[in-house]
T-cell receptor, first 112, second 112 residues
């Protein structure tokens, strides 16, 4: 199994600013995943983060808006840049171990 | 492109009923399928993981089945309780892309 610590758990931010979300895993993993869950919607994959290389972004998501760092095998950050109210969502970090997905508790972001 | 659909989108039942939630996926090249529960404003709780070589998994009042060839999974909840009220999400682990793709979700309300 895997235990994921994600912070902050929630934040209220002004439009035009940026927020960095941190994700810490209790064991080494090759890939870490970042998801967005818009209000009333399911989870959408933003990007896959590999240590030592640039993240791979899904269609509709770009690095300038969602820069990701992966400095080591247990940690990653997702930044939501130049925020607008449309970015208000829950952002979740995930890892896969033995083909099973594990999630952090999520970051509830409100942009005002 | 893998697409995962859940039916119904919402369901309201009286306490004690047995119920079935459906999940369908377009690409049968999956390693496994996982069912999650999400309470409002909370993170994800893993319920059941079905590997591609398995046909079903059981945990307490929950039973999940998987038919890869037809691209379907069902989650059976026996003797439903108000505490089962939540959103239920299925996710498939695609063998070609090594990531989980989430279904559209079923919002369940069990009435006392």
């Amino acid at each position: 199994s895997a235990v994921i610590s994600q912070k902050p758990s929630r934040d209220i931010c002004q439009r035009g600013t940026s927020l960095t979300i941190q994700c810490q895993v209790d064991s080494q993993v090759t890939m870490m995943f970042w998801y967005r869950q818009q209000p009333g919607q399911s989870l959408t994959l933003i990007a896959t983060a590999n240590q030592g290389s640039e993240a791979t972004y899904e269609s509709g998501f770009v690095i300038d808006k969602f820069p990701i760092s992966r400095p080591n095998l247990t940690f990653s950050t997702l930044t939501v840049s130049n925020m607008s109210p449309e970015d208000s969502s829950i952002y979740l970090c995930s890892v896969i171990k033995d083909f099973e997905a594990f999630f952090g508790q999520g970051t509830r972001l409100t942009v005002v | 492109k893998q697409e995962v659909t859940q039916i119904p989108a919402a369901l309201s039942v009286p306490e004690g009923e047995n119920l079935v939630l459906n999940c369908s996926f377009t690409d049968s090249a999956i390693y496994n399928l996982q069912w999650f529960r999400q309470d409002p404003g909370k993170g994800l709780t893993s319920l059941l993981l079905i590997q591609s070589s398995q046909r079903e998994q059981t945990s307490g009042r929950l039973n999940a089945s998987l038919d890869k060839s037809s691209g379907r999974s069902t989650l059976y909840i026996a003797a439903s309780q108000p505490g089962d009220s939540a959103t239920y999400l299925c996710a498939v682990y695609h063998s070609g892309t090594y990531k989980y793709i989430f279904g559209t979700g079923t919002r369940l309300k069990v009435l006392a």
